[in-house]
């Protein structure tokens, strides 16, 4: 298969609240295809340096409930390259109630503080979804704080 490549956004700030876990951005394949995870952008417009860090985890997610448009506002994933039939993808942002069920692959802290983490994962390396299933970005924050959110993809 040809690789297609897409990427999806926030589009604008998604507010956490203290102390609460929340789903940010997500993606998810359609049903005869999954999504090969290539690279993520989280950024805070925190201003306080002595805030706490965020947890920020990249979760596996199966969509079992709440999948993108659910409980979420959904988003369009834009194309970037390769050739770009329908696919069945969707996704969203900002997960009143979490998807279900979501797995941490990947997890770190980075401050509120006007942080910033622009991740590519190194070719043969990057996380794979099984078919009709994705991946979210999850951030629980100590004190309340703005969050932006890419993730850039490939149909695989």
Known sequence: MAKSGYAVSTGGVVSLSAASAKHI??????????????????????VTASDEPVLVEVCACSFAS????????SVTPVPVY??????????????????????????FLLT??????MYDWPLGDTPDSPLGEGFTIRCTAPESVNVRATMIFERC
């Open 25 to 46: 951005l997500g993606v998810k394949a359609g049903t005869g295809s999954g999504i090969d995870l290539k690279k993520i952008r989280v950024a805070f417009d925190g």
């Open 82 to 107: 390769g050739r770009l039939a329908a696919t069945g993808i969707t996704a969203a942002k900002d997960w009143s109630s979490a998807p279900t069920v979501a797995v941490t692959i990947e997890e």
């Open 112 to 117: 509120p503080n006007g942080g910033l983490v």
């Open 66 to 73: 709440n999948g993108p448009g659910t409980n979420s506002t």
